[in-house]
Nanobody
Framework: QVQVVESGGGLVQTGGSLRLSCTVS??????VGWFRQVPGKDREEVAS???????VYADSVRGRFTISQEVSKKTVYLQMNSLKPEDTAMYYC?????????????????WGQGTQVTVSA
């Protein structure tokens, strides 16, 4: 019923750019969050956006990353600029129908499979 599929990861050099995509099916309105995780560390939220367009950013990426969406396509994008080696992680997209809420990681209902982002020094 609900599917979350992300893509766009890859290998880039320090200072480069990458755009991730997340397509969500099964919701009319939603909040979508991007998260990242490295082995041995907790998963952290990078940015989120809801259907009305409210955006939230982590301090570590504010000014470098931009989250946006095409509502008609039910697709959310994460444009990542000025990438640093510390941005290297598995990036996950998660969606939840409670578009009005500010959710923590544990509250998102549906998760994608992840896409790897690697930034070389």
């Amino acid at each position: 019923q609900v599917q979350v599929v992300e893509s766009g990861g890859g290998l880039v050099q320090t200072g480069g750019s990458l755009r991730l995509s997340c397509t969500v099916s099964g919701y009319n309105r939603y909040v979508v969050g991007w998260f990242r995780q490295v082995p041995g560390k907790d998963r952290e939220e990078v940015a989120s956006i809801n259907t009305p367009g409210r955006q939230v950013y982590a301090d570590s990426v504010r000014g470098r990353f931009t989250i946006s969406q095409e509502v008609s396509k039910k697709t959310v994008y994460l444009q990542m600029n000025s990438l640093k080696p510390e941005d290297t992680a598995m990036y996950y997209c998660a969606a939840d129908p409670r578009w009005y809420a500010l959710l923590s990681e544990k509250n998102y209902e549906h998760w994608g499979q992840g896409t790897q982002v690697t930034v070389s020094a």
